[in-house]
């Protein structure tokens, strides 16, 4: 199992993820309507936050190191990998999430998921010449509050 502080900065589904500095961004819009009345004025009204939306950019590299400096001993791939089947596997359910800033796990839909190949050359290359395919990502996430 991950631990924070250890060898991830989040918990997703039970998987320890390094997030890409600068990446995340925590929005939380409160559920309100404004309309105008007949006689002009404005009627507001406030129902108060609604669920908590989290985006980030999860570091699938090869040879990342915990915070101790040792090797994860995960490729890219690997963590690649992990991602996309949680993302696959949780459509019409939830997971579970856990950051640094929240002390419990907060139960999640895994809502978007894009990434981005860092280096393609040099993993054709890889493959070309009979190396094991090892690429790195950068994968964008999206979850919001179940």
């Known amino acids: 199992m991950a631990t924070i502080g250890y060898d991830a900065e989040i918990v997703l589904d039970n998987q320890g993820y390094l997030i890409k500095p600068g990446s995340y961004l925590m929005r939380q819009l409160r559920i309100r309507k404004a309309t105008i009345r007949a006689d ?67 139960a999640v839909h895994f809502d978007q998921y894009s990434e981005q190949i860092l280096d393609l050359h040099s993993q054709v290359v890889a493959l070309a010449t009979g190396s094991s395919l090892a690429a790195s990502y950068q994968v964008a996430i999206e979850l919001v509050e179940a």
């Open 40 to 106: 002009g004025g404005e009627a507001y009204v406030d129902l108060g936050p609604g669920k908590r939306v989290w985006s980030m950019v999860i570091l699938c590299l090869n040879d990342l190191l915990r915070y101790d400096g040792t090797l994860t001993g995960l490729t890219g791939q690997q963590y690649r990998d992990a991602l996309r089947t949680s993302y696959l596997n949780s459509t019409g359910s939830t997971i579970l999430y856990s950051d640094p800033i929240n002390a419990t796990a907060v």
